[in-house]
Structure formats: C-alpha cells, structure tokens
C-alpha cells in the first residue's frame, strides 16, 4: 500500500496541467454564442426599425412638401390669370367701347377664382411649417400678401359695370401698365417660391 506523504502531494498537485484564460474562453464561448447571436440581432432588427420608421417619416413629409407646391401653383395661377384678365377689360374700358361679354364673364370668374383659392396658399403656407421649412413658409406668405394687396387694388376694375358713369381716374394707361409691371413682379416671385420649395426635397432627405 502506498504511503501518502506530504511530498507524494506536491508531486500529484505539480502533475496537474494548469489552465490560462484561453482554455477558459474555449469553454465558455459556445455557451454565449447563441446569447451573443441573440443580442446582435436584436440591434440590427432595431436599427432596421428605425430606418424604416424615419424613411416613412421622410416619405410623408414629402408628400405634404409636394401637395404644398401644388396648392401655391393653384393659387399663383389663379391670381396670375386674375390680373391678365381684369388688364384686358381696362384696356376695352380706356377705348369707351362696350367690354366683350366673354371678356367680362372671364374677369368674373377669375376674381372668384381667386378667393376660392385663398384657402389654397394658407394651406401651403401651414404645410410647409408643418415640416419645419420656416423661411421658405415665410417667403410663400409674403407673395400671398403682395398678390392680395395688388388684387384690392384692382378688384374695382374686375367689378366695373357702370357703362354710363366716367370711369374713375386711376382707370387710365398707367394702370395698365402698372398691371404690366406687377404680372412680371410676381411671375418672378413665383418662381422664386417654386424653386425655393423645389430644395426643401433634399433638405428633408438630408434630415
């Protein structure tokens, strides 16, 4: 029988091959593998969610950017054929002759056009701060109230039917002219407004 001896253990416990933190991880690794699986498709399911959820969000800002655009070229049109058609009956007043009735139903129906589109550019107006396009809301509001500012101006003109009476005196040739001159004004600030709303698009694909 063999005789243990405090010696006899040093030597068993010296045998005994000692493990580092390598042999460690060997064994644990494949016990987190399906953790560490886990986890990681949880971040790349989430970071998917969001992009989908900001790309909805992006999608939807640019559907109220485009109806936005649509609703100022309504009303930029309206106010535009406004103005050419209440020119066009001054200058049949100015000649003394009687106004074309087709030119006179057309002028009417321009100015109500216009007012049926006021709703219109005040709705464009809150679509673009609704995505929070400020300066270019802005910039659509003043033209809106430039357009109707020049529009109190003529609307007289638009109304007139009083054939008998002397027209007023600011129904002359300057007037025409100044039509002429503000027709081309707010051309250029319709544009100016277009292509302003034409670049929130890439804004808001930035974002």
Not at 22 to 41: C, H, K, N, S
Not at 138 to 147: G, K, Q
Request: glycine letters at 2%.
């Amino acid at each position: 029988m063999c005789k243990v001896t405090p010696e006899f253990i040093a030597e068993v416990v010296k045998s005994i091959p000692t493990k580092d933190i390598w042999d460690y991880l060997l064994v644990f690794i494949p016990a987190f593998t399906p953790a560490i699986a886990l986890v990681l498709g949880f971040v790349y399911f989430k970071k998917q969610h969001i992009q989908s959820r900001d790309i909805k969000l992006i999608e939807k800002d640019v559907d109220r950017l485009y109806n936005s655009a649509d609703l100022f070229f309504d009303y930029a049109d309206s106010i535009g054929l406004f103005y050419s058609m209440t020119r066009i009956k001054l200058e049949h007043l100015l000649t003394g002759d009687a106004v074309p009735e087709s030119v006179e139903s057309k002028t009417r129906a321009a100015a109500n056009d216009v007012y049926a589109k006021f709703s219109a550019i005040h709705k464009s107006v809150f679509l673009l701060r609704s995505i929070g396009e400020n300066d270019v809301a802005t910039l659509v509001e003043n033209y809106r109230i430039a357009t109707i500012e020049f529009r109190k101006d003529i609307n007289i003109i638009a109304k007139w039917n009083n054939v008998k009476e002397k027209l007023p005196e600011n129904f002359s040739s300057k007037m025409v002219n100044k039509i002429e001159r503000m027709q081309d004004h707010f051309g250029k600030e319709k544009v100016r407004c277009l292509d302003e709303i034409a670049r929130c698009k890439r804004n808001l694909s930035i974002k």
